[in-house]
């Protein structure tokens, strides 16, 4: 693993923050301070055993640059996963930059981050390539191709794919079907009622095809506007700190991670969680509680594995797009395989995908 760490004085690695978040592993953590826009960027590539490190660029707001280092290596790690499970010959990786609390992010501080990051992610040499996240977009990455090649997710009009939401949103739909079928026997979701957490790109187009299929739906978003697609929905509206409360059949966290803690786990009150969201879980012990207590939990790096199987596939020349909307709907027919090996062997659904995660590495040594 290398460090690097140019702008950054008296680093240390020692916080509790750190080392809850880190394992030995990572081959390469890049860490610098954009000459642009001043903003501390953070490259995490987890593993290329598979491939080249695919993962994409977050830019969010964080209280410590020690905070955006933990949610790049957790999330970097959770790419390796969740590209292994998806069966792509990708490694994990993951950029994260930190806004500080109380910097206005205009359209020019926007652009200069993004050109840092073509910078640093360049600096790698082909060891990751990046893509749009929470805070970014595709036609941000149109930016971050002006400094290197290694970006995916471009604007179609720039001759890139677009956007993976679409793809990321169908995903989780699959996986939301194959858990209604181990629940109740049917796949059918009408009447089946699922509160939806987080109505960004990929929850807002998840709710949009749960209503589609005669699902009774609960919304919540910490956007009061959001409140305008429940309206329209005809759903109902829960406030984001009563969402895991909600009495329904399926809770669906799509918003940040980190929602699965001991307190909430407690308050839960669905027979399953399947959400879009990384890093669903504040700790590993989370999945046993949730198993405890017979609540079904679809492991989110199964789950929402859609988008980077759409920008892995749809990005090659002369690409099948029929091909790639087969291997996103696969994604149900692999979360039922997590099941019944959950079930086989009496482990957490955590641990069972994550013997297919390993089981993709180790054949890749």
Same mark, same amino acid.
């Given at each position: 693993?290398?460090?690097?760490?140019?702008?950054?004085?008296?680093?240390?690695?020692?916080?509790?923050?750190?080392?809850?978040? =880190?394992?030995?592993?990572?081959?390469?953590?890049?860490? +610098? +301070?954009?000459?642009?826009?001043?903003?501390?960027? =953070?490259?995490?590539?987890?593993?290329?055993?598979?491939?080249?490190?695919?993962?994409?660029?977050?830019?969010?707001?964080?209280?410590?640059?020690?905070?955006?280092?933990? !949610?790049?290596?957790?999330?970097?790690?959770?790419?390796?996963? $969740?590209?292994?499970?998806?069966?792509?010959?990708?490694?994990?990786?993951?950029?994260?930059?930190?806004?500080?609390?109380?910097?206005?992010?205009?359209?020019?501080?926007?652009?200069?981050?993004?050109? !840092? %990051?073509?910078?640093?992610?360049?600096?790698?040499?082909?060891?990751?390539?990046? @893509?749009? *996240?929470?805070?970014?977009?595709? *036609?941000?990455?149109? =930016?971050?191709?002006?400094?290197?090649?290694?970006?995916?997710?471009?604007?179609?009009?720039?001759?890139?794919?677009?956007?993976?939401? *679409?793809?990321?949103?169908?995903?989780?739909?699959?996986?939301?079907? @194959?858990?209604? @079928?181990?629940?109740?026997?049917?796949?059918?979701?009408?009447?089946?009622?699922?509160?939806?957490?987080? %109505?960004?790109?990929?929850?807002?187009?998840?709710?949009?095809?749960?209503?589609?299929?005669?699902?009774?739906?609960?919304?919540?978003?910490?956007?009061?506007? $959001?409140?305008?697609?429940?309206?329209?929905?005809?759903?109902?509206?829960?406030?984001?700190? !009563?969402?895991?409360?909600?009495?329904?059949?399926?809770?669906?966290?799509?918003?940040?991670?980190?929602?699965?803690?001991?307190?909430?786990?407690?308050?839960?009150?669905?027979?399953?969680?399947?959400?879009?969201?990384?890093?669903?879980?504040?700790?590993?012990?989370?999945?046993?509680?949730?198993?405890?207590?017979?609540?079904?939990?679809?492991?989110?790096?199964?789950?929402?594995?859609?988008?980077?199987?759409?920008? *892995?596939?749809?990005?090659?020349?002369?690409?099948?797009?029929?091909?790639?909307?087969?291997?996103?709907?696969?994604?149900?027919?692999?979360?039922?395989?997590?099941?019944?090996?959950?079930?086989?062997?009496?482990?957490?659904?955590?641990?069972?995908?994550?013997?297919?995660?390993?089981?993709?590495? !180790?054949?890749?040594?």
């Amino acid at each position: 693993m290398t460090l690097a760490a140019p702008a950054l004085d008296h680093v240390d690695l020692r916080t509790p923050e750190i080392l809850a978040a =880190i394992e030995p592993d990572h081959e390469r953590i890049l860490i +610098t +301070t954009g000459p642009r826009s001043g903003l501390t960027i =953070i490259v995490a590539v987890h593993s290329t055993r598979l491939g080249q490190a695919l993962g994409g660029a977050r830019m969010w707001t964080y209280a410590h640059w020690t905070d955006a280092l933990a !949610d790049a290596l957790r999330l970097s790690q959770a790419m390796t996963l $969740k590209n292994a499970a998806a069966g792509l010959l990708r490694g994990g990786g993951k950029a994260v930059i930190r806004v500080p609390v109380g910097t206005a992010v205009t359209p020019e501080l926007k652009r200069q981050a993004m050109l !840092d %990051l073509g910078d640093a992610v360049a600096s790698l040499g082909g060891a990751y390539m990046t @893509a749009e *996240d929470v805070g970014t977009s595709a *036609d941000l990455m149109a =930016i971050v191709a002006e400094r290197t090649e290694h970006v995916c997710g471009l604007p179609a009009e720039q001759g890139g794919v677009g956007e993976p939401a *679409d793809a990321t949103a169908a995903g989780v739909h699959a996986g939301i079907v @194959a858990t209604v @079928a181990e629940l109740f026997g049917s796949e059918s979701l009408g009447g089946r009622h699922f509160c939806i957490a987080g %109505l960004g790109q990929v929850g807002g187009r998840l709710a949009r095809s749960l209503a589609r299929a005669g699902a009774r739906l609960t919304l919540s978003d910490v956007v009061p506007s $959001k409140r305008e697609l429940a309206d329209e929905l005809g759903a109902a509206w829960v406030e984001p700190e !009563d969402a895991h409360r909600v009495v329904a059949d399926v809770f669906v966290p799509c918003g940040l991670g980190g929602v699965l803690t001991p307190e909430t786990i407690a308050e839960l009150r669905v027979r399953a969680v399947v959400g879009a969201a990384n890093n669903q879980l504040s700790s590993r012990e989370s999945a046993a509680l949730l198993a405890e207590r017979g609540i079904l939990w679809a492991p989110d790096f199964v789950v929402n594995g859609g988008g980077v199987i759409y920008l *892995d596939l749809a990005s090659v020349p002369g690409a099948d797009e029929a091909l790639v909307g087969e291997r996103v709907g696969a994604i149900g027919e692999t979360l039922a395989g997590v099941y019944r090996e959950s079930a086989a062997r009496g482990i957490t659904t955590l641990a069972a995908a994550e013997r297919l995660a390993f089981a993709r590495l !180790d054949a890749a040594r």
